[in-house]
């Protein structure tokens, strides 16, 4: 039967590695005999160019129309194999790949079965091949200005980071000043800089840079668009106005908050938190009353951020510089896994400053207005020990700005559990959010201390670089296609796309159908799932495809 | 064709790409073995992974069928693990309906770098699987 297909078979042995363990010129006979195969060929080393410009040559000589890779893992290389294929003047996409090291010879040490399951493999790899469909790749021009909303430490590295990498940065931020928490810590340790010197010196660039539009007293109130034409609606004063940018940065920040349940306690003015110490420490001066000992408590209301006990620790430090007085600091496991935390604790401890670990909640009651704290001391094995102390200092926990909370759900980003932003991906795409463009840095998404934030500022700033710098994003056109007869405009792919990537449109005039962003699809295929009419095709994982490969089920080639 | 004696359950994996798919590299790169009859097909998301799909695996001939996909909340689709989640458990009713035993379809999370976790998932539900014995479908029954 002619169907036109004619697949070209690349095996590779990894080096002559996998060439020790099975025979390969026994599979290329095996795989000769299949139907519409036109070529098998055996490579020692696909990954480098030598081979690749062959692997060119045989598709175009051999008129191959549908390309499978027998090698190591997609993850790897299939990206380079997309381009040898579009080099050959055969559709990138219409690769398919055979994974026979990692999941194969790697994996399973008895050679017979191994060899066994490479044959499925690349028979499961033949099948997916003949559904393959060709995506024409376009390009879209992009707006190459970045928005970046907050102004407190990482959105101002964010907006310089930007503007060294000449990109106009627009940076809001809703308070009247930039500077964000900076402006209210007494000190940074375990960094050696005082805030207002790091912050002076951070302001002074955000001057001198020609890139960066400053936006005080703004505030962003909604985004529509998607990547590289984003177009923000952005609050100042009575008057709003609407401006286009290529790619959006949130980075604004956390709050913190007392929660007097947990503790069973109302502040009062011996009982305060690390927020009004800090206050108190900043115009220390003024201060009436020293306080002779001071209690920090932590790891009761949130024993996992890294914000509650380095802020304990810094304070401890504060104290004893400004007030000497006695300080004591009540933990649980205090957490000292930030560069040079372990050097802060030990400061602490060699200034005088008194660490007890508790593992039952300590009891605090208030005599004649006096505080005394009950607690036992795990290292003198429970040992009960009772503190008087004139000032004792709560601990807060972190939580997300409650405007920020509201713009995330706004623009369908995602949350967490506590309402922080929700990462792509922790591990692969740590600053990246749910929709192409966005991008988080800083405390707004991740437990941050200020060097890490730092950091992270500069990472996104690369992202959007990357995105952006070129002027035009490659763009895979109808990757994932809505079928407009199909369609009967339920909304359901609307709603389940986590991308936001579906808006609705009009097919000639008339007829309302869902219709997907190109730039913002991630192709995940959700929507094919969800689609009561089976109208959405994603054309590299279609139904098709992915049944084809269990067409072998039961037997081996 | 396979040989005869010793009953090698066919089992399905889908795996996502972002994460089951990569621990099943990690696996091979660390030499870990899991079950060879185990066949891996890469998905994009959990959440392409249809009823249809599974249902026909098991029309095909799968003894066993398992969906991988992200630890939840730490999916690159945010909801991707948590929708293959659900539809895992409306196969389960399903096949109990037909009288297959719902045990054969399983959902679990992993990370890119849980190689080790992968091979035990695999070899577990292999030995899940021999236990139940051959697909009711397979058999004809």
């Given at each position: 039967?002619?169907?036109?297909?004619k697949?070209?078979?690349?095996?590779?042995?990894?080096?002559?590695?996998?060439?020790k363990?099975?025979d390969?010129?026994?599979?290329k006979a095996?795989?000769q005999k299949l139907?519409?195969?036109?070529?098998v060929?055996?490579?020692?080393?696909?990954?480098?160019?030598?081979?690749q410009?062959?692997?060119?040559?045989?598709?175009?000589?051999k008129g191959?129309n549908?390309v499978?890779?027998a090698?190591?893992?997609?993850?790897?290389h299939?990206n380079?194999?997309?381009n040898?294929?579009q080099?050959?003047?055969?559709n990138r996409?219409?690769?398919?790949?055979?994974?026979?090291?990692e999941?194969?010879?790697?994996a399973?040490?008895?050679?017979?079965k191994a060899?066994?399951?490479a044959?499925t493999?690349?028979?499961m790899a033949i099948?997916?091949?003949?559904?393959?469909?060709p995506v024409?790749?376009?390009?879209?021009?992009?707006?190459?200005d970045?928005?970046?909303?907050?102004?407190?430490?990482?959105?101002i590295?964010?907006a310089?980071?930007?503007s060294?990498?000449n990109?106009?940065t627009?940076?809001v931020?809703?308070?009247?000043?930039?500077?964000g928490?900076?402006?209210?810590f007494?000190?940074?340790?375990?960094?050696?800089?005082?805030p207002?010197?790091?912050?002076?010196?951070?302001?002074?660039?955000?001057?001198?840079?020609q890139n960066i539009?400053v936006l005080?007293?703004?505030?962003l109130?909604?985004v529509s668009?998607?990547?590289?034409?984003?177009?923000?609606r952005?609050?100042?004063g009575n008057?709003?106005?609407?401006?286009?940018?290529?790619?959006i940065?949130?980075?604004?920040g956390?709050?913190?908050?007392?929660?007097?349940?947990?503790?069973g306690?109302?502040?009062?003015?011996?009982?305060?938190?690390?927020?009004?110490?800090?206050?108190?420490l900043?115009?220390?001066?003024?201060?009436?009353?020293i306080?002779?000992?001071?209690?920090?408590v932590t790891?009761i209301?949130?024993?996992?951020s890294?914000?509650?006990?380095?802020?304990?620790?810094?304070n401890?430090?504060?104290?004893k510089?400004k007030?000497?007085?006695?300080v004591?600091?009540?933990?649980q496991?205090?957490k000292?896994?930030?560069?040079?935390?372990?050097?802060l604790?030990?400061?602490?401890?060699?200034k005088?400053?008194?660490f007890?670990?508790?593992?039952?909640?300590?009891?605090?009651?208030?005599?004649?207005g006096?505080?005394?704290?009950?607690?036992?001391?795990?290292?003198?094995?429970?040992?009960?020990?009772t503190?008087?102390c004139?000032?004792?200092?709560v601990e807060?926990?972190?939580?997300?700005?409650?405007?920020s909370k509201?713009?995330?759900?706004?623009l369908?980003?995602?949350l967490d559990?506590q309402?922080?932003?929700?990462?792509?991906?922790v591990?692969?795409?740590?600053?990246?959010?749910n929709r192409?463009?966005i991008?988080?840095?800083g405390?707004?998404?991740a437990?941050l201390?200020?060097?890490q934030?730092?950091?992270d500022?500069s990472?996104?700033?690369?992202?959007?670089?990357q995105l952006?710098?070129?002027?035009?994003?490659a763009?895979?056109a109808?990757?994932?296609m809505?079928d407009?007869?199909?369609?009967r405009f339920c909304?359901t792919?609307?709603r389940?796309?986590?991308?936001?990537?579906?808006?609705?449109?009009?097919?000639?005039?008339?007829?309302?159908?869902a219709q997907?962003?190109?730039?913002?699809?991630?192709?995940?295929?959700?929507?094919?799932v969800?689609?009561?009419?089976?109208?959405?095709?994603?054309?590299d994982?279609?139904?098709?495809?992915i049944?084809?490969?269990?067409?072998?089920?039961?037997?081996?080639v | 064709?396979k040989?005869?004696g010793?009953?090698?359950?066919?089992?399905?994996?889908?795996?996502?790409?972002?994460s089951?798919?990569?621990?099943?590299?990690?696996?091979g790169?660390m030499?870990i073995?899991y079950?060879?009859n185990?066949?891996?097909i890469?998905?994009?998301?959990?959440?392409?992974?249809d009823v249809?799909h599974?249902?026909?695996?098991?029309?095909?001939?799968?003894?066993?069928?398992l969906v991988?996909g992200c630890?939840?909340?730490?999916?690159?689709?945010?909801?991707?693990?948590?929708?293959?989640?659900?539809?895992?458990?409306r196969?389960?009713?399903?096949?109990q309906?037909?009288?297959?035993?719902?045990?054969?379809?399983?959902?679990?999370t992993?990370?890119p770098?849980?190689g080790?976790?992968f091979?035990?998932?695999a070899?577990?539900?292999n030995?899940r699987?021999?236990?139940l014995?051959p697909?009711?479908?397979?058999?004809?029954?």
């Amino acid at each position: 039967m002619d169907n036109g297909l004619k697949l070209g078979v690349f095996l590779c042995d990894c080096g002559g590695t996998l060439s020790k363990v099975t025979d390969f010129s026994a599979i290329k006979a095996k795989l000769q005999k299949l139907s519409d195969v036109t070529y098998v060929g055996i490579s020692h080393d696909l990954c480098l160019k030598r081979a690749q410009q062959a692997m060119q040559k045989d598709i175009k000589d051999k008129g191959i129309n549908r390309v499978v890779v027998a090698a190591c893992s997609p993850e790897l290389h299939e990206n380079d194999f997309m381009n040898v294929v579009q080099s050959a003047g055969v559709n990138r996409h219409l690769l398919s790949m055979a994974n026979i090291r990692e999941q194969c010879f790697w994996a399973h040490p008895d050679k017979g079965k191994a060899a066994k399951k490479a044959m499925t493999q690349i028979g499961m790899a033949i099948n997916r091949a003949r559904f393959l469909e060709p995506v024409e790749q376009t390009q879209i021009s992009v707006n190459k200005d970045v928005l970046v909303i907050g102004g407190g430490i990482t959105g101002i590295q964010a907006a310089i980071e930007l503007s060294n990498l000449n990109l106009k940065t627009t940076l809001v931020e809703k308070e009247a000043t930039l500077g964000g928490k900076l402006n209210r810590f007494a000190n940074l340790y375990p960094v050696q800089v005082s805030p207002e010197e790091v912050l002076a010196t951070k302001l002074k660039q955000v001057a001198e840079s020609q890139n960066i539009y400053v936006l005080t007293s703004a505030e962003l109130i909604d985004v529509s668009g998607e990547v590289g034409n984003f177009s923000a609606r952005i609050k100042r004063g009575n008057g709003e106005f609407v401006r286009n940018f290529g790619a959006i940065i949130f980075a604004t920040g956390y709050t913190t908050q007392f929660s007097s349940q947990i503790y069973g306690l109302e502040l009062s003015n011996n009982i305060i938190t690390q927020s009004q110490l800090e206050e108190m420490l900043k115009s220390s001066s003024e201060v009436k009353q020293i306080p002779k000992s001071v209690c920090f408590v932590t790891d009761i209301s949130d024993e996992h951020s890294r914000v509650s006990p380095l802020s304990a620790l810094r304070n401890a430090l504060g104290i004893k510089e400004k007030f000497r007085g006695e300080v004591c600091v009540l933990c649980q496991n205090l957490k000292v896994d930030g560069a040079g935390l372990e050097k802060l604790y030990r400061d602490c401890r060699n200034k005088g400053v008194l660490f007890i670990k508790f593992d039952n909640s300590p009891r605090i009651s208030k005599q004649d207005g006096k505080i005394k704290i009950e607690v036992e001391d795990v290292l003198m094995s429970g040992e009960q020990v009772t503190l008087p102390c004139d000032l004792l200092v709560v601990e807060e926990t972190s939580v997300p700005p409650l405007d920020s909370k509201v713009l995330g759900s706004t623009l369908y980003m995602g949350l967490d559990a506590q309402g922080f932003y929700q990462e792509n991906n922790v591990h692969l795409y740590p600053t990246a959010s749910n929709r192409e463009g966005i991008f988080f840095a800083g405390n707004c998404h991740a437990d941050l201390d200020l060097m890490q934030a730092l950091t992270d500022a500069s990472n996104v700033a690369l992202s959007a670089y990357q995105l952006l710098a070129q002027g035009k994003i490659a763009v895979e056109a109808e990757k994932v296609m809505v079928d407009p007869n199909k369609c009967r405009f339920c909304l359901t792919c609307i709603r389940a796309c986590p991308h936001h990537a579906i808006q609705e449109a009009k097919v000639n005039h008339e007829k309302m159908v869902a219709q997907i962003a190109d730039l913002a699809c991630q192709g995940c295929g959700i929507c094919a799932v969800v689609c009561p009419a089976k109208a959405i095709k994603p054309k590299d994982w279609s139904d098709e495809q992915i049944l084809a490969e269990f067409e072998l089920l039961g037997e081996y080639v | 064709m396979k040989a005869k004696g010793a009953f090698l359950p066919d089992i399905v994996a889908f795996c996502c790409a972002q994460s089951a798919y990569q621990a099943a590299d990690t696996a091979g790169s660390m030499r870990i073995t899991y079950p060879e009859n185990i066949r891996v097909i890469r998905v994009p998301c959990a959440g392409r992974v249809d009823v249809l799909h599974i249902l026909r695996a098991f029309e095909k001939g799968a003894d066993g069928v398992l969906v991988l996909g992200c630890h939840e909340e730490a999916c690159r689709h945010l909801s991707g693990n948590i929708r293959a989640k659900n539809r895992v458990q409306r196969v389960n009713t399903l096949l109990q309906e037909v009288g297959i035993d719902g045990k054969r379809v399983e959902m679990f999370t992993l990370a890119p770098n849980q190689g080790s976790r992968f091979a035990r998932i695999a070899n577990e539900v292999n030995e899940r699987i021999k236990e139940l014995g051959p697909s009711p479908v397979k058999s004809g029954a």
